[in-house]
């Protein structure tokens, strides 16, 4: 019995980290590597494309070929590969947790 709670209290502590991932700032935005982020979305910019903002920056955030999933004002967590867009540094989304908690995965993620 002992080595059952134990091992219900290993998983609980392993689900519970993954979403307790530390986000990254925007303005800390790194070429070819994979962050979290959280912020507003400011702007639908494309169907497929809207600006992130924090305290500490914006950045575009594709979910090509998707459509966006958000409304501008929704705070939203974002997982994605950053690279360079047109003249700034842009977050090729994975996934996204919109504010009440729902996960959207795209499909037809960036590589």
Same mark, same amino acid.
């Given at each position: 019995m002992k080595m059952f709670a134990?091992? +219900?209290? %290993?998983?609980?502590v392993s689900v519970s980290s993954v979403?307790? &991932?530390p986000m990254t700032?925007?303005?800390?935005?790194?070429?070819g590597t994979m962050v979290s982020v959280e912020g507003i979305v400011e702007r639908i910019?494309?169907?497929d494309e809207f600006r992130l903002a924090?305290?500490?920056g914006s950045v575009g +955030?594709? %979910?090509g070929p998707?459509?966006?999933p958000v409304?501008?004002? &929704?705070?939203?967590?974002?997982?994605g590969f950053v690279d360079d867009g047109i003249g700034s540094r842009e977050i090729y989304a994975r996934m996204l947790t919109r504010e009440d908690g729902t996960d959207v995965e795209f499909s037809h993620r960036y590589d």
């Open positions: 134990l091992a +219900v209290m %290993v998983a609980f979403k307790a &991932e700032p925007l303005a800390d935005l790194q070429r910019l494309d169907e924090d305290d500490t +955030v594709y %979910v998707n459509w966006v409304n501008a004002g &929704e705070r939203v967590r974002v997982q």
